[in-house]
């Protein structure tokens, strides 16, 4: 989630909108050692994290275009993975490279591992379009819709609200 939400699309700011700031979210993160990145790597890693974006989005009921798939495809496509042996006799798999593609690996493996946890659908992007935060659903039922309910959920209420009061006003008489 900490990948998708390098994006914050209320406050308008990317935490990895170039290749230093990637770097640094790298070093500051447990995802490896960072890639050297171009100009179409970096947006390899965009398009990446807006493709997760749209499958959060998806988990909280938002349809999703295949064209937003596209990231996710690609990385799916670069990634290679070779199997190794931990000190204790357990079969990993670990990216083969170590590069963007190991970066996608990992982040994919992540994927993999929380889906066959069980716990994919409980990860969501806000409903809110202004907003669609990456947010971990805690509820009983995974009904959680908003990334906060003071925010983005009260905001929604109240648009709806005010929606339902001009609907239900009649129209002012003509003379």
């Known amino acids: 989630m ?22 640094a979210w790298i070093a500051d993160s ?18 990446l994290r807006e493709s997760l974006r749209a499958l959060l989005r998806a988990n909280n009921g938002i349809e999703v275009d295949e064209e937003e798939l596209a990231g996710l495809r690609d990385a799916v496509q670069r990634s290679r993975y070779q199997p190794t042996l931990s000190a204790d006799g357990h079969v990993i798999l670990e990216p083969a490279a170590n590069d963007l593609a190991a970066f996608e690996a990992r982040l994919l493996l992540a994927v993999e591992r929380i889906q066959s946890l069980g716990a994919w659908p409980r990860l969501k ?9 990456a947010f971990f659903d805690t509820t009983r039922n995974h009904s959680k819709t908003w990334c906060s309910m003071e925010d983005c959920g009260n905001r929604e209420k109240t648009r709806r609200y005010r929606e339902r009061k001009t609907s239900a006003q009649p129209a002012p008489a003509k003379r």
């Open 30 to 47: 447990d995802w490896g050692e960072a890639p050297a990145l171009d100009a179409e790597s970096l947006q390899q890693v965009h398009a």
């Open 125 to 133: 992007a806000c409903g809110d379009d202004g907003c669609q935060w």
């Open 2 to 23: 900490t990948f998708v939400n390098t994006r914050d699309l209320e406050e308008g700011t990317d935490a990895i909108a170039d290749p230093a700031h990637f770097a």
